[in-house]
Every structure is written in structure tokens, then in C-alpha cells.
């Protein structure tokens, strides 16, 4: 069966249903491992930093009429499995705006979506409160907006995240073992498949099996960075990526026609990539303390060994100075 093929609905050939677990049972699961991982995204972004920062813009947004920032971090937002496109800028109200699909996002005729050039991705948790904190560093640093990929969190991530997925997403990634679970899982049980995962499906094109999503590109977020740098009407001009966020970013620049990556700069935190795409310039730091991001360097080299660990959290040093880091960056 080739893998990513669009195929009929489980309903349309064998009755599938009889493998599907409740999704009374597994949602609330799923929801109970996103929390674990949001809280433990306290520990590697400067969630702190953001939550002291949106308390303070409340204030603005609700005397202008607007939605607060801080919605965000509602625990409803905490607990959700579904991924999301998180445009944030620092310097300007109402600072968050949240799009749950990617071709809204595409075709929105909103200047503040046609005008953001920068994305990040998140690695660890991959939670919305933590990539809205790295990409809140990187809009005060830049002063400008940039776009938060949200990653979802689905089955597949449970099922790898219980075999020690944060230690070895280095391997996890040149398996493809994400791909290999939730093609499996779209196989036998595409209702459970799809739960985490309504982002990565709103990508023009997706790809599914039996009605269960797939993905293309090793990972949801790496499907979704594809199809935002294919798709959009102006390219993206620079991408950063922490831990294996850094991972999904290399798998999301492959086979792109050569204008759409023209001129791209890649900023690596704590995870070297494989510098394999013509007309990209990478920039590439690892901690000297970060043992988790040499224990996933694979032979890829950093451009500069920094005295750090693998947080990027001022408040627990050595942290990465992520929005510093990518100043200097783009100043060589």
C-alpha cells in the first residue's frame, strides 16, 4: 500500500470501527499527556517571562475591545491535542492571533498574515504555551511578528513519547517512526489517528488513508511549515527551531522548488541539522552543556558551541538566549 495515498473511508471497505477505541477513553489520555508536556515546557521556554508579559497586555487589549492575550494560556488551551498557527507580535495589540487552519491561514486577507516572514517551532513538549514563549523571544529580539507552529499531539505521539521520545528524536527522526505509528494507526484505527491531528489535515493536499491523516513529511508541523513555504504568497525568510522543532524544520525544506527556499535563513537551537538544501544559509548552535541536543546531533555539527544546557528559560541558567542568538545570526 503506498504510504500517503488518498483511500476510501473505513466505512466504504472493511469495518474498521471494530478496532477504534472509544474516544471518550483516548481523548481525555491524550489531553492529560499535552498538560504534562505544557508544564513541562515551563522548564525549556521562558514561560514565565511570557505569562508576566500577557498579564500585562490584558490590561491594552480589553480596554480596546479586543481578546485577551492570556487566552492562550486558558487550561482549556493547555489540555488541547489540536495543533494551531499562533501569529504573535510583541509590540503591537492584540499580540495573538490563533488560526486553526491552514488554508484560512493561506488565503486570509488579514496584512498582519500577509506580512509575517519568520516561524518557529518548538521541540520538547511542543505545547502551545511553549511555543508562543519562543516566539515571543524571538518578536522582542527581531521586533518583529513571527509565526508559532503549534504541533498536534496525537496518538502517535503518546505511543512515542512512552518509548522515550525526548532522548531519542535524533533517531526517531531517520527511522520516520512517527510516520510508521500514524500510518499504522490510519490503517487500523483512522478516527483514532485523527485525534491531535486537525491541523496537519487542513494543509492543501493532506494526505489520508481509510480517512485517517498521514503525514508527508516525517511530522504534522513538518507538513504544515511545507505547505505554508509551498503555498504562500510570499515566502518565508527565516525559520527557527529548537531540539527537534530544529528536526521537523529540516524535513519541512525538502523538495521545495528552489525559489521558495532562495535566500532562507535556518536558525538552529539545540539541535544541528543536515545542511543539504541548496540556497538556504543555516545557522546552527548547541550547547556546550546540552546533552540531550549532542546526544541527537547524528554527526551534524553546530556553527558555534555555546556555554549552555538545552533551556532556553533565562531563569534557569546557562540558558540559549534564543532571540540574542538569532540576532547575531543574521548579523554574519
Known sequence: MPTGDN???????LPLNIFEMPEWLVRPSVRACRLFNTMLDGIFYDVPGLQSELAEKDQVTRSLGEKAPSRIVDFDALTDPEGSLLLIDAGTAPYVHKYKDV????????????????ATITGVGSSALGSAALAWDISVALQQPVLAIVPGYGVADVLLQSLGGWFGYGMYDWLQAKSLVQNGLANVMPQTAGIGRELAASTPDAKTVHGGPVFRHGSGSADVL??????????????????????QIGNAIQSLPADRVHGLDVVTLG???????????????????????????????????????????PMLPPAMQAGPLTQAALAN
Not at 548547541?286 to 553546530?302: R, T
Open 226 to 247: 511545507h505547505a505554508i513555504l509551498e503555498h504562500r504568497d510570499r515566502p518565508l525568510k527565516l525559520l527557527i527551531g529548537h531540539s527537534k522543532g530544529a528536526l
Open 103 to 118: 488554508g484560512l491561514f493561506l488565503s486570509s486577507p488579514y496584512e498582519e498574515t500577509r506580512q509575517v516572514m519568520i
Open 271 to 313: 539541535c544541528p541539522i543536515a545542511e543539504n538544501v541548496e540556497g538556504v544559509k543555516f545557522h546552527q548552535y548547541l550547547g556546550l552543556f546540552d546533552a540531550l541536543g549532542q546526544l541527537n546531533m547524528w554527526g551534524n555539527q553546530p556553527d558555534e558551541w555555546v556555554p549552555t544546557w538545552h533551556s532556553t528559560n
Open 7 to 13: 483511500l476510501p473511508s473505513s466505512s466504504d471497505t
